[in-house]
């Protein structure tokens, strides 16, 4: 069982920038392709990015694309999304999750707010 928290979130300006991190407990983080989320009130969580378990293959939602830059220290049980050039839609909670179906251990998420 990987037990996530994340933290970073923030209200920024458009524009601006803000580097989330994720600390997962448990040695089984280092075995999962990691991933971001976000949710916005009624609406279903979506995918924002993920990175393989050693740190390679990143991939993007197409709205991000460019903007956010995912990775991960295994050392440290870390995962982060550097997210650049901020823009009102990025406004959600974001969560970190492993890249296995069916993932039902969310932790509480950080809240990201843009403002315009």
């Known amino acids: 069982q990987v037990q996530l928290v994340e933290s970073g979130g923030g209200l920024v300006q458009s524009g601006g920038s803000l580097r989330l991190s994720c600390t997962a407990s448990?040695?089984?983080?280092?075995?999962?392709?990691m991933g971001w989320f976000r949710q916005t009130p009624g609406k279903e969580r979506e995918f924002v990015a993920s990175?393989?378990?050693?740190?390679?293959?990143?991939a993007y939602a197409a709205a991000v694309k460019v903007r956010f830059t995912i990775s991960r220290d295994n050392a440290k049980n870390a995962l982060y999304l550097q997210m650049n050039n901020l823009k009102p839609e990025d406004t959600a909670v974001y969560f970190c999750?492993?890249?296995?179906?069916?993932?039902?251990?969310w932790g509480q998420g950080t809240q990201v707010t843009v403002s315009s």
């Open positions: 999750a492993p890249m296995i179906e069916n993932f039902n251990s």
């Open positions: 448990g040695r089984a983080y280092r075995q999962y392709g």
């Open positions: 990175i393989s378990m050693i740190g390679t293959s990143p």
